[in-house]
């Protein structure tokens, strides 16, 4: 239910509206502005709690302990001509990225980089009436040395009203979209820190992820495993449940209830961020928790949220949930994943797996392979995006040229939510590997080098 409104309606002289000129742009002579306000603790909250605070504007302000947003119906007398957000950052490892949307348009995203209370500013265009407003927090970080986060007092909407007639003004520019960056991943196997240093070795710069696969008759992670993770800067993503029978009713049904709850408690005493992939490429028939013996996606989205719930019971705050499907439409053996997906309150990031395989099937450019699939993903999950796994073989064309033109043009370009694209960097059913020759290396060394993947996790 929406929060109610407090309203602050005033009429601004013209030393004001040069303040505000700075931020929104000049206001026309012969208008009215007025400033309307809403306090972050009266907004429709999904994940921020509200903290007392003698420093806020009204007493108190709302903290994002991890990404969540806030939204709120906001009615302005005449056009909105702008937006300031007064807020904080909590920095670890880069400042917290601020999302603004009106009516569920992006105004653009900033990096809230001071500790005090400041105001962020936005463009805005739109007309007199009632507008949703929301603002979220999109890069949660957590170490054992610090947390990054996001606190937001209030936020202030501007509106302009014609006292007389005149010409109407121009519109407001549209705000920049936001440059594309995303980080990198890996799989090279799980025997740390052996593995990662030998990728590093490779692809000449150490990824920000580093991922690996642990059935369900086995812990979590061992010791080992983590092992050297910290101390390089990578942080471990473990797709669990990698395939041993076990089916999505029987896990909802409880019957791996205590296990679950010994692993919750593994993973809190870690102490620092993981992700964990749950229940990966359920769409396919190759998975027993996938669409096999009858199991539906409501089947899924219910052993997922049991899961997800058991941890969240067990007061878990470090974990983050990766859900990544196969590509759809690759063939018989998968299914639309749309109606597989538990919900943006149950998942942290939504990702794909794709490769092309030119053994078993026609050469095919990444965006050929994921598009239709991205833009499916796109529609259903609000959270950051990510490429899970991804590979193509030598064999069938031009390995290395399709490198470039996946990483380098097709994602940034066509595929902008990407904020992580993990690497399967294994020779396995065929040879995935980065380096399976020097041509394809020397142009996944052209990605890991560029400015488009220097980015902070999502």
Avoid at 19 to 35: D, E, H, K, M, N
Avoid at 111 to 120: F, N
Avoid at 443 to 452: C, H, I, M, Q
Wanted: proline share 5%; net charge neutral; aromatic share 10%.
């Amino acid at each position: 239910m929406l929060g109610k409104i407090h309203l602050r309606t005033v009429l601004l002289a013209i030393a004001a509206l040069a303040v505000l000129a700075a931020t929104w742009g000049a206001a026309a002579a012969q208008a009215a502005s007025t400033t309307t306000s809403v306090e972050g603790e009266k907004m429709t909250l999904s994940g921020p709690t509200i903290v007392s605070s003698s420093a806020a504007s009204g007493g108190a302000y709302i903290a994002f302990w991890s990404n969540g947003s806030a939204s709120q119906l906001i009615t302005t007398p005449g056009a909105m001509t702008g937006l300031v957000v007064r807020a904080r950052g909590d920095q670890c490892g880069g400042a917290p990225q601020m999302a603004v949307e009106v009516d569920g348009r992006r105004l653009g995203t900033s990096s809230v980089s001071s500790t005090a209370w400041s105001d962020v500013g936005f463009s805005v265009n739109a007309a007199a009436g009632t507008h949703s407003v929301k603002v979220a927090f999109t890069n949660d970080y957590l170490t054992r040395a610090c947390d990054r986060n996001l606190r937001v007092d209030r936020i202030s909407v501007a509106s302009s009203t014609a006292s007389s007639p005149a010409p109407a003004p121009a519109p407001a520019p549209a705000a920049p979209a936001p440059a594309f960056s995303a980080a990198i991943g890996e799989y090279s196997g799980s025997s740390f820190p052996s593995s990662l240093d030998s990728y590093t070795s490779v692809a000449a710069r150490a990824p920000r992820i580093a991922m690996w696969f642990q059935s369900w008759n086995e812990p979590l992670y061992y010791s080992s495993q983590m092992s050297g993770l910290g101390s390089r800067g990578v942080t471990p993503m473990i797709t669990w449940a990698q395939d041993t029978g076990l089916s999505s009713r029987d896990v909802t049904a409880g019957r791996y209830d205590s296990y679950i709850a010994e692993q919750a408690r593994l993973a809190k005493s870690y102490g620092s961020l993981m992700y964990i992939r749950l229940f990966h490429e359920m769409n396919g028939t190759w998975m027993s928790y996938g669409p096999v013996n009858g199991q539906t996606g409501a089947d899924f989205v219910a052993a997922w949220r049991h899961v997800v719930g058991i941890f969240r019971q067990q007061g878990v705050s470090n974990v983050r949930w990766v859900w990544s499907p196969n590509i759809y439409g690759s063939g018989p053996s998968t299914v639309d994943f749309t109606t597989w997906y538990p919900g943006d309150d149950w998942v942290d990031v939504a990702g794909l797996d794709a490769y092309n395989d030119a053994v078993a099937a026609p050469w095919r450019s990444f965006l050929t392979l994921t598009k239709s699939s991205y833009d499916r993903l796109a529609a259903v999950s609000g959270k950051p995006l990510a490429i899970c796994e991804w590979g193509s073989t030598e064999q069938g064309g031009d390995k290395a040229a399709w490198i470039r033109q996946a990483m380098l043009v097709d994602i940034p370009q066509q595929m902008p939510r990407v904020k992580l694209i993990t690497t399967f960097n294994i020779d396995k059913e065929r040879d995935w590997r980065v380096n399976s020759s020097a041509s394809s290396l020397a142009a996944y060394r052209d990605v890991t080098g560029s400015p488009l993947y220097q980015g902070i996790l999502p």
